[in-house]
């Protein structure tokens, strides 16, 4: 019951502060966004554990849905699951700022990314490249390089 009342508490903090987050672009891809549920149920199924990401960001701005997820697709084929080429082609492609650290995004637990985001790196293999994924910030292509706090 604590644990489960702790992630409802720390899910209101996530959702009051971000309701005062600037608005980020006009261009929006459709894609299932966080409501306080996910939220909770997220960080109650998850609890304990975190994830170190690296990813590989097309914003709309970059090219269009289909467009990117077609240049995502040839570049998973050509990385394979190889972290070197992963980061070196987040530093030539990616439009995320952490392009310039090879797309890695740090360690981070659950409900802390967008809904689609955070499925994956909680739920997928480690290790492997995943995508192409929609989030509303465009199409990413997603190496999880750990995940602790599993059973």
């Not at 960080?43 to 701005?61: C, D, E, Q, R, V």
């Not at 990385?79 to 797309?103: H, L, N, Q, R, Y």
Request: with cysteine; hydrophobic share 40%.
């Amino acid at each position: 019951m604590n644990r489960f009342l702790l992630a409802l508490l720390s899910a209101l903090l996530i959702v009051s502060t971000s309701a005062f987050a600037p608005s980020v672009s006009s261009v929006r891809v459709p894609t299932q966004q966080y409501s306080l549920l996910d939220t909770v149920s997220s960080m109650y199924n998850n609890w304990g554990k975190k994830a170190t990401a690296s990813h590989i960001l097309f914003k709309p701005s970059q090219f269009d849905e289909d467009a990117a997820k077609a240049k995502l697709t040839e570049m998973k084929a050509e990385i394979g699951d190889d972290p070197e080429k992963f980061a070196a082609a987040a530093k030539e492609w990616s439009g995320c700022p952490s392009a310039k650290d090879g797309g890695s995004l740090g360690e981070f637990g659950p409900g802390m990314m967008v809904k689609n985001f955070d499925d994956v790196c909680f739920s997928e293999e480690v290790g492997v490249v995943q995508g192409p994924i929609s989030t509303q910030f465009g199409e990413h292509l997603i190496l999880i390089n750990s995940r602790t706090g599993e059973e």
